[in-house]
């Protein structure tokens, strides 16, 4: 099934050094992404209701972005990307969500995202 490229943007009050632990490090993704996330080099592996998938970290800067290519999705070139970036008029910041769902489904996908990012949001009180 092809892959179609999704952006999402999120409004989050936070640091971007608070945000930038919780979208890098394993302790981070637990507390909004997924229930387990074991960490091999950089090979991610994020754990949900048993289930699981492995990502590798493809590159990352700190307190700016990350992004990760899904191992499952062999040589597409699909990839997850968060990325922090502020509103150089009001100082807010926002998470540009890049991803990749199978066509047809970006509408799950977004409410998906949206729920991630709530929890996010709780995990950082902002």
Known sequence: MAKVQVQYEFLIHASAHTIYNCISTPS???????????IRGEE???IW??????ATLVSSKKDQFVKFHWMDDGKDKTFFEIRITKD????????VITDFCDEG???ECQLLWESS?????HAVGG
């Open 117 to 121: 990012i709530e929890s996010l949001r």
């Open 105 to 107: 489904e970006e509408d």
């Open 28 to 38: 981070g993704f637990e507390e909004w992404f997924a229930d387990k996330v074991n």
């Open 44 to 46: 991610y592996t994020f």
């Open 88 to 95: 150089e008029m009001t100082g807010d910041l926002a998470l």
């Open 49 to 54: 209701e048993g289930e699981q998938k492995t």
